[in-house]
């Protein structure tokens, strides 16, 4: 599906980064996994195993709320690849403070995670984009939430030290309409941009919260990483070439 392509995974070493850069990979594409956890974005390019038919992964430190991070990434890929047909902005940062419950959230910590995760999502589509314009093609994909376009579900978290933090609820929701703003933008330049919201994903959460949420899905319940991937190749293939300035679900009927 992707043979020959040559994709940016941001936050390519997390937990979703990480099976989608596989994903692309098996797909014939290069893969590349960007992350400012420069070992981990190593581990995952060591990891993967050459097959016959499959692309490459390579590794790389991005910082996405550096613009000269950024802008470096983009020009030693273009000098090593010649162009750059896609990104993902699927980079989760976040900073000590990030999860509390909303009575707990300082001025300072909900203005610090809007600023890294919104702000960076940003700069990495401008920086992206221009580059895109300039080359005459490209492919941005957006990772949102469904809390991104819901409103919590705060009952399936009673009993359990987590919540649906309210600064995610205004990070996710922003890059939603961002991807709208950027396909308006940039059409007619070869450039298309779609947003992915996942609902949760699978990682050691208590029982009784899976229970909680699993109720509310149409059969499996809450995904693992895996069950986003084919529609994250979608995205990034030629299958979807007239789709832009849309956004998909992919929760197990979650969200409805
Ligand atoms: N896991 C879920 O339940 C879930 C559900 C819906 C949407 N999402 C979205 O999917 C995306 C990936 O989430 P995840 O669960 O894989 O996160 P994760 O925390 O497992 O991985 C995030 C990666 O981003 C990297 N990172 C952090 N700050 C960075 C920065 N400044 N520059 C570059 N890289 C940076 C981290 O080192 C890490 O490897 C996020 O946008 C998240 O909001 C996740």
Redesign the pocket.
Same mark, same amino acid.
């Given at each position: 599906m992707l043979n020959d392509k040559v994709v940016v995974v941001? @936050?390519g070493? @997390?937990?979703?980064?990480r099976g989608f850069v596989a994903a692309i990979a098996r797909q014939g594409g290069t893969a590349i996994a960007a *992350?400012? $956890?420069i070992e981990?974005a190593r581990q995952v390019a060591d990891e993967w195993q050459a097959q016959p038919g499959g692309g490459s992964v390579v590794a790389a430190e991005? *910082?996405?709320?550096s613009k000269d991070s950024v802008c470096a990434l983009i020009g030693s890929l273009q000098a090593r690849f010649g162009r750059i047909d896609a990104v993902v902005n $699927?980079?989760? &940062?976040r900073n000590k403070n990030y999860g509390r419950r909303l009575e707990e959230v300082t001025y300072e910590d909900f203005c610090a995670n809007v600023d =890294?995760h919104l702000g960076?999502y940003f700069l990495v589509a401008q920086q992206f984009c221009m580059a895109f314009k300039a080359q005459g093609h490209g492919n941005l994909i957006n990772?949102s =939430?469904i809390y991104g376009s819901m409103a919590p579900r705060f009952e399936v978290y009673e009993g359990t030290p987590m919540t649906m933090p309210v600064e995610y609820a205004a990070i996710?929701s922003a890059v939603v309409h961002l991807t709208r703003y950027f396909a308006q933008y940039f059409k007619g330049n070869g450039i298309r941009v779609n947003c992915l919201s &996942?609902?949760?994903?699978l990682?050691n959460q208590p029982a009784d919260f899976l229970a909680a949420y699993n109720a509310h899905c149409a059969s499996k319940g809450m995904l693992a990483a895996e069950d986003v991937v084919g529609t994250l190749l979608f995205l990034l293939s030629d299958e979807s070439r007239y789709m832009t300035g849309q956004n998909l679900f992919v929760d197990d009927g979650f969200s409805i």
């Open positions: 941001t @936050g070493a @997390g937990a979703l980064g *992350d400012v $956890n981990a991005l *910082d996405i709320t $699927n980079a989760y &940062p =890294s960076g990772m =939430s996710k &996942p609902g949760g994903i990682a």
